[in-house]
């Protein structure tokens, strides 16, 4: 029987987290970039090898947005994790701090101290590197202890990577499984509990006045509605890119029409009251962030929809 077992891939935007998982599940690259929106969830079966027996493992890989700053959808992704790849570009020295300032810090915030595994990707890019492997090594002996001594000899907590050309990448994500299987514990719904209510109190402190904060409050909000994650950002995806939102640097006007178009996908799978309530609460929200044409707008978002419903 598979043991199942969620992961994060965490990091800054363009670091290559997506196309790392897509080089792990699907052997396959893709040389361009589009940003990603919400989390993305891909599934991965894989034999780790351990002393007496072979673990038949299934990683749940959750793809986190890279920009910095959606507290809320970060701190609720972390939910539940057990462990996670970090991400940097060799390319980029901000990239490698970020781990440290933002990212490392807002998964421990959230979880306690579950097994990470480095990667400085980019490795096919010769002679634009900024920083070293012993760099990205330093940062990994700081976060994982002594976790290295339960992995096989070959196996490493911190890798250079291409998921251009695959260097690497399958090693990256057998050593944390190894790692997940070697700090696995019984299930422990008291310890979700906790991490899920320590994530909502994230969401609720941030401030929701900017347009950046509004947004990540919404996103939430929306996937609360939803048992099944990937419906919600499913949903969630296909509605920003209608409005026409730029996620590292949305807009009061796109906003608004993110708010309008959540309320017409919400139609489809709730009461009428819900969907007028859940409107009024993100109007709310947004109003704060708004201009002179929120009272003509929450005058008439309703009404708009009352036909569909």
């Not at 906790?194 to 609720?204: D, K, M, P, T, W």
């Amino acid at each position: 029987m598979a043991i199942k077992k969620k992961i994060v891939m965490i990091g800054d935007s363009c670091v290559g987290k997506t196309s790392m998982i897509r080089r792990f599940v699907f052997n396959h690259f893709k040389d361009s970039y589009r940003t990603t929106i919400g989390s993305k969830i891909m599934r991965k079966e894989l034999n780790v090898h351990r002393p007496n027996r072979t673990e038949n493992l299934t990683f749940v890989i959750w793809d986190l947005i890279g920009r910095k700053g959606y507290h809320a959808l970060h701190a609720r992704t972390f939910v539940g994790v057990h462990g996670a790849i970090c991400v940097s570009d060799q390319t980029k020295m901000e990239t490698l701090v970020s781990l440290e300032d933002y990212w490392v810090p807002s998964l421990f915030n959230v979880v306690e101290h579950v097994p990470l595994v480095f990667v400085c990707n980019k490795s096919d890019l010769k002679g634009e590197v900024e920083f070293e492997y012993e760099d990205l090594v330093n940062v990994a002996r700081e976060y994982n202890g002594n976790f290295d001594e339960f992995l096989p000899t070959g196996l490493k907590s911190s890798y250079t990577t291409s998921a251009k050309d695959g260097s690497n990448v399958e090693r990256a994500f057998e050593s944390l499984g190894h790692l997940v299987l070697s700090s696995e514990e019984l299930h422990n719904p008291v310890k979700e509990l906790y991490e899920s209510l320590v994530a909502i109190g994230i969401s609720r402190s941030k401030e929701k006045t900017t347009p950046l904060g509004a947004l990540d409050a919404l996103i939430v909000d929306f996937c609360e509605e939803f048992e099944d994650s990937r419906l919600a950002m499913l949903i969630l995806r296909q509605e920003i890119e209608r409005a026409e939102i730029n996620i590292n640097n949305p807009t009061k006007a796109r906003i608004l029409k993110f708010v309008e178009y959540l309320a017409e996908a919400e139609i489809e799978f709730l009461d009428e009251k819900t969907v007028h309530s859940n409107l009024e609460k993100r109007l709310s929200w947004a109003k704060r962030i708004v201009d002179r044409g929120y009272l003509y707008y929450t005058e008439n978002a309703f009404e708009t929809l009352r036909p569909s419903i």
